[in-house]
């Protein structure tokens, strides 16, 4: 059997008259960048998120680039965010020319809420908690937390479309939730993609002028801006795909309640928590073991691809080299890092394949 990581293909074909369809009236209008499509998606995301405002931005990094700038964050500012995440956590922060401060995970690999306050200073602006993986963090301990010491708090929710924290869904509760529709995540494009939601009238306003070469209306540039717009094809997908996210994010759950169960007679395998009140939506299936290396080269002798989400923490990463962080700073990133494993996972996964993929975990340990 070869078991891919993640199955574009599968679900294309299982909506294919549908996408096809959303390209083709696309290119027949040629609304290409921005226009109807676009508003369109737009107004549909806001709706599925139960929130006023959904910005439309060309990719999930932009989204948290824009959401810091228009936040006020710049030179000078520090802002707090974790130490297991992908790099445009970070980056972004640096672009605005703020310092990122790293903040170790917790057993559900999102920022250790009780490390945040040892970290905090006069300069502190805002904390950026990624929900990673599908899983939200401690969202409403941070929001104490923010609101104790006057923080903005922006939500990267690139991998949690649709997960909720006391019902509460992903980037509905701090000031704004950023989203990423990469084609391989939940909720993905035929190319990159992102969004903003909010709440905040005037915040929207800017980010969307701020998207737009600092202009809301054509030719009326109140501000420099950036070139972050999203594509008619891009928006016309993701609308055809929208209707299906929530059968797609249950569709992951039952797939990991598989895994679990397949996994549970196996010592050596620590499968996911998950948080109580917490609707976790498996971005990612992330297991641990200390001999995570053979086992992933005995699986892929076994045609199964697997994932490391992430190999280094970020502060650790020769581009973070000026923080001179070493990895005691960070030991429960630092000792996750060597021991997770990520297994493919996506709504089309068979039982079959899932047997076969535990079978070979099963095999390996014994
Ligand atoms: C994918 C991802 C992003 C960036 O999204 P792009 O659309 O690839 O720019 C940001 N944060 C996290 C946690 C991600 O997984």
């Not at 294309?12 to 369809?21: G, H, L, P, V």
């Not at 998120?49 to 932009?62: E, F, R, S």
């Not at 109140?222 to 795909?241: C, F, P, Y």
């Not at 297991?287 to 923490?313: C, K, M, N, W």
């Amino acid at each position: 059997m070869n078991i891919p990581f993640v199955d574009l293909k599968s679900q294309y074909q299982s909506i294919k008259a549908d996408i096809d369809q959303a390209i083709a009236s696309v290119v027949r209008d040629t609304a290409f960048v921005g226009g109807k499509p676009v508003n369109t998606f737009a107004k549909q995301y806001a709706e599925a998120m139960g929130v006023q405002h959904c910005i439309p931005v060309a990719n999930g990094t932009d989204a948290i680039y824009i959401s810091l700038k228009m936040a006020g964050i710049g030179p000078g500012d520090e802002v707090i965010t974790v130490a297991n995440s992908w790099i445009s956590t970070s980056e972004t922060i640096s672009q605005t020319g703020a310092t990122p401060v790293f903040v170790d995970i917790d057993d559900y690999y999102t920022i250790d809420v009780d490390a945040i306050e040892a970290k905090l200073t006069s300069n502190t602006k805002a904390i950026i908690p990624v929900h990673l993986y599908g899983q939200m963090a401690d969202m409403p301990s941070l929001m104490e937390l923010a609101t104790r010491h006057n923080l903005m708090i922006i939500e990267d929710c690139a991998q949690a479309h649709l997960a909720t924290f006391d019902d509460k869904l992903a980037g509905t509760t701090g000031l704004a939730g950023t989203f990423s529709f990469y084609p391989g995540k939940n909720l993905g494009a035929y190319g990159d993609a992102g969004c903003i939601i909010t709440n905040d009238d005037s915040f929207a306003e800017a980010c969307l002028r701020y998207a737009n070469h600092g202009a809301l209306v054509k030719h009326q540039h109140t501000i420099e801006g950036i070139n972050s717009r999203l594509d008619g094809i891009q928006a016309a997908v993701l609308s055809a795909k929208l209707p299906h996210l929530e059968a797609w994010s249950q569709g992951r759950i039952d797939n990991a309640a598989r895994y679990n169960e397949l996994l549970a007679p196996i010592e050596q395998i620590t499968t996911p928590k998950v948080r109580s009140n917490c609707r976790h939506v498996y971005h990612l299936y992330v297991v641990r073991t200390p001999q995570r290396d053979e086992l992933r080269t005995f699986l892929s002798e076994r045609g199964i691809a697997t994932g490391i989400h992430y190999p280094t923490p970020l502060p650790l990463l020769p581009a973070y080299e000026r923080l001179g962080h070493v990895e005691g700073d960070f030991p429960m990133a630092s000792a996750r890092a060597n021991e997770i494993l990520s297994l493919p996972m996506f709504p089309e996964l068979t039982e079959d394949a899932q047997q076969y993929i535990t079978d070979a975990i099963a095999e390996f340990f014994s």
